[in-house]
Nanobody
Framework: EVQLVESGGGLVQAGGSLRLSCTAS????????IGWFRQAPGKEREGVSC????????YYANSVKGRFTISADNAKNTVYLQMNSLEPEDTAVYYC????????????????????WGQGTQVTVSS
């Protein structure tokens, strides 16, 4: 059974930084892409960033380009999302999800390709 556990959320002031972690188990890590999604109150869930573990290709939503960086530590089966220059608009519950054999490119991968999801971690950015 694939399990994903997010951590690292919290409360931060605008302009601050947080690093989210997503640790995966029950899967062959290199065979997957891991994505970060977020959902703010009253809004639809949106894709934030994604990485194909085997080759390291990445995707970023326009709203986070230049501020967020996704990376993977294969030895720890963990994907990180470094979030800098945070804005109140980044406030949301952040989820990580896994997609089998997904090759990430410059276009947002469809959410339906992600079959396993974590429980989410809250990020709150105060102004």
């Amino acid at each position: 059974e694939v399990q994903l556990v997010e951590s690292g959320g919290g409360l931060v002031q605008a302009g601050g930084s947080l690093r989210l972690s997503c640790t995966a188990s029950g899967l062959a890590f290199d065979d997957y892409a891991i994505g970060w999604f977020r959902q703010a109150p009253g809004k639809e869930r949106e894709g934030v960033s994604c990485i194909t573990i085997e080759v390291g290709s990445t995707y970023y939503a326009n709203s986070v380009k230049g501020r967020f960086t996704i990376s993977a530590d294969n030895a720890k089966n963990t994907v990180y999302l470094q979030m800098n220059s945070l804005e109140p608009e980044d406030t949301a519950v952040y989820y990580c999800a896994a997609a089998y054999r997904l090759r990430v490119g410059p276009v947002a991968p469809p959410e339906r390709l992600f079959g396993s999801w974590g429980q989410g971690t809250q990020v709150t950015v105060s102004s």
